[in-house]
């Protein structure tokens, strides 16, 4: 079956632009992750879904950054006044219900600040 | 912060075992040992997990000492497509899945 999907792949835009990253899970899976990647770094957590709602966004950088899920399926994480330090590979994972369940992860979307 | 430790990288033959140690000397009783590799430019992808007893599946072998504070991923015959960055994880099976990452091991398989 299909795995996690996510748009556009890359994404350039300039410092104080507003932009929007598309995640599509796999169906049925009622959690979902953001997690952002820096170069050279392992991946770190932003917030998760269960359901439609965030039950975590602890990882959240600031108030900058907002994700919604308004159906419970797709996600999209809002970035406003974008920086230069924004610049990273933002995640995408789904899995099926429990903590423990695996996590499915996407491609990631490459955002590039200029 | 990640509560594992692990060596910033390996080095492995193709075809023999590869061995990838873990230390996570804090870890709680309900946190389960994850593993999750990343292969360049792809996003990470499971492995196995284990809580006190050594796992196997098709991909992999688990091996967790009894004071569950270290544990050793095995690759048995590795391949050039096991290149990656290896990542071994503790996680809480209560507190919603949250994967903390560490620097990871990048494991370099040699032909």
């Known amino acids: 079956g299909a795995g996690v999907s996510q748009t556009p792949s890359n994404k350039v835009t300039e410092k104080g632009k507003y932009v929007e990253l598309r995640c599509d899970p796999i169906?049925?899976?009622?959690?979902l992750y953001w997690y952002r990647q820096s170069l050279g770094q392992g991946p770190e957590f932003l917030i998760y879904f269960q359901g439609t709602g965030a039950a975590d966004d602890s990882g959240l950088p600031n108030d900058r950054f907002f994700a919604v899920r308004p159906e419970g399926s797709v996600s999209t994480l809002k970035i406003q006044r974008t920086e230069r330090g924004d610049s990273a590979v933002y995640l995408c994972?789904?899995?099926?219900?429990?903590?423990?369940?695996?996590?499915?992860f996407g491609p990631g979307t490459r955002l590039t600040v200029l | 912060d990640a509560k594992t430790t692990q060596p910033p990288s390996m080095d492995c033959a193709e075809g023999r075992a590869a061995n990838l140690p873990c230390n996570h000397s804090t870890i709680s009783g309900n946190e389960y040992v994850y593993w999750y590799r990343q292969i360049h430019s792809q996003g990470p992808q499971y492995i196995i997990h284990?809580?006190?007893n050594n796992e196997t599946n098709e991909m992999a072998s688990l091996i967790i000492t009894e004071d569950r504070k270290s544990s050793t991923l095995i690759l048995p015959h590795a391949t050039l497509r096991d290149t990656a960055v290896y990542y071994c994880?503790?996680?809480?099976?209560?507190?919603?899945?949250?994967?903390?990452f560490g620097q990871g091991t990048e494991l370099s398989v040699k032909p």
């Open positions: 169906s049925g899976h009622t959690a």
């Open positions: 994972a789904s899995s099926q219900y429990r903590s423990t369940d695996t996590q499915y």
């Open positions: 284990g809580l006190k």
């Open positions: 994880i503790a996680l809480p099976f209560n507190q919603g899945g949250k994967l903390i």
